[in-house]
């Protein structure tokens, strides 16, 4: 209810988290706001901002009530988006980041979409990529849908603003979970492929902005080390086993003396994937090198997990004094890549 008046159920709830998202939130809620289709919520759930953000957000509140600002002290990420998801009306639920735009047309096309295919729980779409000034640098377009579920089982196939899922499946796998830090999406996307089909809508929803600042090499290994853990949870349940990951309450730590059964083996390549940093490559000790946590895993290592490795063997290279004879260092680089071991070598990426 607003000022007395009953207000109308919506049929989409569209969730949005921000943080200091002055320059590109007025643009991303206007988006939302000039859809075709009108019957949505739009919850903007604001992470503790301090700048304009939470004066731009009050003021398009108060002239559109459909329009509903949720606000939290930094809680973070997974914490805006469930508390989203709790407060949605509707039995469809659009995400969209603050910093990206709607076209037009979206809404409609999926909910038309969702209507006609009750099975499908999980919906994305493609994305032409802006740059900090809009200017559009190429398009997304993920897989074909015969190869959607093997491609889920290897890496995400989604973009995460363009999605559209089922409050009521949403709910019912527990939400995001807080465990997959960088990988929140993914693990979500695999538990609700438990329990419905998933898709990927051929046509181009949002324009998505890549903009200043690259996400940090401690970023980039958290996210596919919940990723990682994040298929290994979806391939127990797929076996019929208890989730292995129902007992983590927060990211795991690689460097944890004692990590769980589920996390050992991982967090144990992880530890050594970490020396991609030249920082830490110099300063670990030498007894704290193991090179078998990458040679027993080598079949498994995803494309992002062996670029980590290469760079991790290289350095060991380059520092020298290990009691590990260089041919054995050598050796391994090739067998990560002949191709990009050359490349690193020579100073490349």
Known sequence: ??????????????????????????????????????????????????????????QVAATDPRVIVLRQPRDGLVAGLNRGLAASRAALIARLDADDIALPDRLAQQVDYMQRHPDVVLLGGWATIIDENGRPKGRDMRPSPQALRSTLMKKSPFIHPTVMFRAEAARRVGGYHAAFEAGEDYDFWLRLADIGEVAILPELLICYREHGGSVTRTRQLRQIYSARLAKLAAAARQAGRPDPSAALSAPPDWHDPAPGPFERDSSRLFRMLELADPTVAATTPTSSVDLDAITSQLRTLTAGERKFAQAAVLNLLRRGGLPIPHTTLWRLLLRLGPVKAAKLLLGGK
């Open 1 to 58: 209810m607003r000022n007395g008046v009953p207000a109308e159920q919506p049929k989409v709830s569209v969730i949005m988290p921000v943080r200091d998202g002055e320059r590109w939130v007025a643009e991303a809620i206007r988006s939302v706001r000039d859809q075709t289709f009108a019957g949505f919520e739009l919850l903007v759930i604001d992470d503790g901002s301090t700048d304009a953000t939470p004066a731009i957000l009050a």
